[in-house]
C-alpha cells in the first residue's frame, strides 16, 4: 500500500450563514484546499463529498460552480461520520493505487433546533421516541453509573472545549463560559443541559490527499524533506455489532450481557459485556493499520455531541481504562496543557456540528496542529493525532495522522 | 396490573375509542402485551417482531409475548416535543431490562427523573399520547413504576 | 489488479408497495443476492448502498434488520446513478486488493408523481425552472434536430421495452402498448407524453462482488469451472465536463460550439463540439478497462429515463454514430432477436425508477442475460453485456460484464 | 423592445409592484438585462454571476450585461406545474443563444411549440409568474419571440 499525505486543507467556518448557500460554503473549503494543496484543475482524479442532507448532487454544485467537473464525484452520507467515510474512501483509492491525488469535502447547511431525523419511522416520532438529545441521556446516565462520570464533570467537559473554541476563528461560539452557567443552562434531558450539547449548523471543511512522493519502505521517514508534510496513516470506518440498546445505531431493543452473548465482527459469538462499540472497532482497527497505539497519541479531537459523548469516546478510543473515564477526566489529561489534550479546535461543543463536515473539520485542526500551525490552539511537538466522529447508523470514523 | 400511573391507565377507560400508533407493536388487551419474537436459530428475543433475527440473522423465529414486568436500566425525561411529536411534555423515556434477557427503549409514565432509581421494578402500561382528528386516542407502549401508585404532583 | 467476480444477484421488484417500507425492500433484495452468492454473516467485508432519497444510514437499517452489521456501511448517492457508483467504489475497493467479498445494494422508495429535487434552489422551482421533464425534452427536440429521430421513433422505443416488461415479474408495467397509444398519451412536454417518461418508483437490488478464486493472467478464462461465474469488467463513474447547456448537470447556461472551446477532462481546452458527455467519459474508460469495445457487446440495459434518452445514450455509449441514433434504431438492432437487443429487462420504462437501485436492477438483468437465466426474456448466447445510468449530478455510471 | 408576448410586457404595467423572483439574476429597467461576468483568464461569458468561472476556475471576473437580442435554439411547453411552482401552465420553456457565444435555459413567453421554429429572433422580457401573499407580481426573465407581436389563442 501506497503513503497517503494530507497536501492541504480548507475551512468554511462553521456557524450560521443565512445568506450563503450550501455549494457556496463548499466552494470555499474546496478553493482553500486546492490552493494549499497546489493542485489546480484536472490535478485530481476524484473527488469525495461527505454530506447528510446536502440532497442530489451536492459534490458536483460544488465542483460545477468552479468548472472542476469530469471525474468520479461520489456525495457519501455515513451520518455525523459521513466525512470520515469519504477520507476512508479517498485515502484507500489512493493507497492502493487507483488515483494519485483525491479531494475530500464536507458540506452541510443544518436548520437550526432538534433534527428531524430521516432515521426515526412516523410511528416513533408520534410515540416521542425521536427525541435524539433523549438518547445522549441514557447513555449518558449510563456513564455516570459506571465509569465515575458526574454533572460537574460534564459541565467541565463544556468549559474545556469552549475554552478553546474562544481560540478559534472558525467556530461558531467563542465566548467563556463557567461550570455554573453550564448546569444553569436549560435542563433538556437528565442529564443533558442546554450547553452540554452541540448545535446542528452549517459549514464546510476539505482535504486534498495525494500519494507521498516516495514509495520506499520507509517512505514515512522522509518527512525531514517537506517540513509540512503530514502523512494519513489510517481512515477506517465501521459500523455496530447487533446487540446493544444503546450506541448511536438506535435500536429499540437489545440484550442484556448477563443473559447472552451476541454477534461478532466476524459472525462469532462474544459475550455482551465485550462486545466493542463501532467507535472501539474502529479504532482497534485504525491503531493497527497505522502502528501505533493510543499511548502514542499527542493530540485528539473526538466526537463531542454532548459532552459525555466525549468522555465516553475516552474509554472506546482506549484513552482510559474501561470504566475509567470520570477519573481520567478529572486528572486534567485531556486539558490543554494536559498529557493528551481533547478538542483543542473547541470541539463540536464550540463549532457546532454540520453533520458531513464535522469530521473534515477535525483532521483540518489536527493537521495545523502537526504542522505547528494551529496559533494560540497549538499542542507543543504534536507529532500524532487523532480524529473520531461516530453517528447514526451506527458508523464510527477514525482517522490518525502523522506530522 | 395494579399500578395507575401519572398519565393514568388506558384499560377500561380509553380502549374503546383508542387506536395503536401502529400495528404488530403491542396488544392494547388487559393486561397489554408486547409483541416480539425468539429466534428459533440462536433463542435471541427480539422486540419488534419481524421475521429475520437481528441478532444471527437466521431466518424463522417464533412469536413470543414479553414479560409485563421488568427493571428500569436506564431514564431520562423529554422536555420539548421532537420533531413529528404531538404529544404533552414533559414525558418519561428510558429503557427497561425484562427477564427475557431483553433491554426495551419505552416511554416512561413518570416524567420526573428524579423520582425514578436504577432497578426498579416498573410494569407495561398502554398509554395515549395524542388524540387524532377523529378525537380518538392514539395509544403507544409505555413502563410505569411498581411503587408510584399515587403520584405526587411532584415539582409543578 | 484481481478480477471480480459478481457472487450473487438479488431483487425486490420495482413497483409501489405502500405497505412495505424502503428496509423491507432492502433486506428482500440483500438476502437474495447474499444466499445465491453462499455468503453468509460475516462473509462480507464492507457494504455499500446506493440510494438518492432514502435518508440518514439507509444502509445501516438493512443490515440492522438482519444482524449483518459491524463492517464500514457507506450510503453513497450520486442520482440516477447512484447505484452504479456504489459498484464502482465495491468493485476498485476488491479490485485492488483491500476486500476479499463486498457487498452492493440499491434502495429507493419515491413518491408518485414529478421528483422535487433537491437540486433546483426556491427562485427556479419559483420560476417554472424546475420541470425536470422539460429538460428531457429540451433534449429530446434537440436530438431530433441533429440525429434524425422522430417522434415515431420515440413511440417505438416505449413499444420495444414495454414488450419486454410484459415478460419480466420484477417490472411495473407489464402490459403491451402500441404507437398510437403512447402517442395518444398525455403531452407532458413536446415532444414526449406521459408514456415516454418513465416513473419514480420504489423498489431494490442487491449484488455480491468477491474476488476470483483464481489471480493468474487468465483468470478470466477459468470460466468453465463455475458454471454461473459472471466477470465484473469494468464498473465506471464519471461526471460531466463543464460546457454544455443540455445534459444531466442542468446548468443555467451553456457555451456555444463555434464560439469558444470548453475545458477537457484533464485541464486542457478541447472543442466543445467535441466534448464527450459524462456518459461517453464513463464508456470510454469503461471500455478501455474492459478491453472491450462496442462491437463486443451482446446485450445492453441503458438509461431510458425517457424514450430519447435512450437513444441519445446508443450514440454515446459508441452504439452507432454521432448522429446515427434515428437510423440505428430504425434498423431495429436494438429490438429482441436483433444484433445488439438493448432493455430486455423492459428498461425503466417498464421497471419505473426506484433512483438508487435502477443501476443494480440493470446488473441483476445481466447477470441472469450471462448465465443464461433470463427465461423468456435471454438474449440467445449472450457473453458481453453493459449497463449504463445517467442522472442529475451529472453522474453516468457504465459498468461491463463478462459471462 | 417592441414585442409584445402574450403574457404581456412588464414595463410600465407592473413594475412598481414587481419584484424578482431572486436578486442578481437580471435588471428591471428598459430594457430589462440579464446579469452575467465574464472571465478574465479565458474570456468566457457566465450566466448567473459568480467570482469564479465555471469553465476555467480562474478567479476574477468582470461584470457584463447580455445582449437582449438571440436566436431559439430548443424549446417545449411545461403542460402541469412543477413542484415549487406558483405560476399558471402552460408556460414555455427553452434555451436561447445569445451573440456573446452562450446558452440561457429560459422560460418562453409562448407556450405553444408549434407556433416555434428553430433560430427564430427572440428577445429578452420581464414577466410575471404569481403575485405572493401582498399582491405583489414576483417576476422573472424570459425570451419571446420577436415576431409574435399579435399571438393567436391557438389551439385553446
Ligand atoms: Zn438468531
Ligand atoms: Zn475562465
Known sequence: ?403 | MTGVSSEGPLVGKLAQRAIAVTAGLFEMGDPPRLLASSCNECGQPHFPRQETCPYCSADGCTDIELSNNGTLWAWTAVTSAPPGYKGAVPYGFGVVELPEGIRIVTRLTESDPARLSYGEPVHLEIVPVYQDEDGRDVVTFAFAADASDAPVQGGE
Open chain 1, 1 to 403: 500500500m501506497d503513503r497517503v499525505e494530507v497536501a492541504g486543507v480548507g475551512m468554511h467556518p462553521f456557524g450560521r450563514f443565512p445568506d450563503v448557500s450550501l455549494t457556496q460554503m463548499g466552494v470555499v473549503a474546496v478553493r482553500a484546499a486546492l490552493k494549499e494543496a497546489g493542485v489546480e484543475r484536472g490535478g485530481f482524479q476524484a473527488a469525495f463529498c461527505g454530506t447528510a442532507y446536502g440532497g442530489v448532487a451536492s459534490g458536483h454544485k460544488v465542483l460545477g460552480a468552479i468548472g472542476m467537473t469530469g471525474m468520479p464525484i461520489v456525495d457519501v452520507e455515513a451520518g455525523c461520520a459521513s466525512g470520515g467515510a469519504a477520507l476512508m474512501l479517498a485515502a484507500s483509492s489512493i493507497a492502493s493505487g487507483q488515483y494519485e491525488t483525491v479531494l475530500v469535502f464536507g458540506i452541510e447547511k443544518m436548520p437550526k433546533g432538534m433534527i428531524r431525523s430521516s432515521f426515526f419511522e412516523p410511528w416513533q416520532e408520534e410515540s416521542g421516541m425521536s427525541a435524539t438529545p433523549a438518547y445522549f441521556a441514557l447513555r449518558a446516565q449510563r456513564l455516570m453509573q459506571t465509569s465515575g462520570v458526574t454533572k460537574e464533570h460534564l459541565a467541565r467537559v463544556v468549559v474545556k472545549n469552549r475554552s478553546q473554541g474562544v481560540l478559534n476563528c472558525d467556530a461558531m461560539y467563542r465566548s467563556l463560559v463557567s461550570e455554573g452557567e453550564v448546569l444553569s443552562s436549560r435542563l433538556v434531558c437528565e442529564p443533558l443541559h442546554l450547553w452540554m450539547l452541540c448545535s446542528p449548523n452549517e459549514g464546510a471543511a476539505a482535504v486534498v490527499l495525494t500519494r507521498a512522493p516516495s514509495h520506499g519502505a520507509n517512505a514515512g521517514l522522509t518527512r525531514e524533506s517537506r517540513a509540512s508534510s503530514v502523512s494519513l496513516l489510517a481512515a477506517v470506518l465501521r459500523s455496530h455489532l447487533p446487540g446493544p440498546v444503546l450506541g448511536e445505531s438506535t435500536p429499540m431493543a437489545g440484550l442484556v450481557e448477563s443473559h447472552v452473548v451476541a454477534s461478532g465482527e466476524d459472525g462469532a459469538f462474544v459475550n455482551e459485556a465485550t462486545l466493542p462499540s463501532a467507535t472501539t472497532l474502529a479504532a482497534r482497527s485504525a491503531y493497527e493499520e497505522a502502528g501505533v497505539g493510543p499511548e502514542d497519541l499527542d493530540v485528539v479531537e473526538c466526537q463531542d455531541t454532548d459532552a459525555a459523548r466525549e468522555l465516553l469516546s475516552y474509554e472506546e478510543l482506549g484513552l482510559c481504562s474501561d470504566g475509567g473515564a470520570g477519573a481520567f477526566f478529572a486528572t486534567g489529561a485531556t486539558e490543554r496543557g494536559g498529557r493528551l489534550p481533547v478538542n483543542m479546535s473547541g470541539g463540536l461543543l464550540s463549532k457546532g456540528e454540520p453533520l458531513g463536515a464535522s469530521a473534515l473539520g477535525q483532521v483540518v485542526e489536527l493537521v495545523r496542529q502537526l504542522r505547528g500551525d494551529a496559533g494560540d490552539r497549538q499542542v507543543d511537538g504534536a507529532r500524532v493525532a487523532l480524529s473520531h466522529t461516530v453517528g447514526r447508523g451506527a458508523n464510527a470514523g477514525v482517522v490518525i495522522l502523522r506530522g
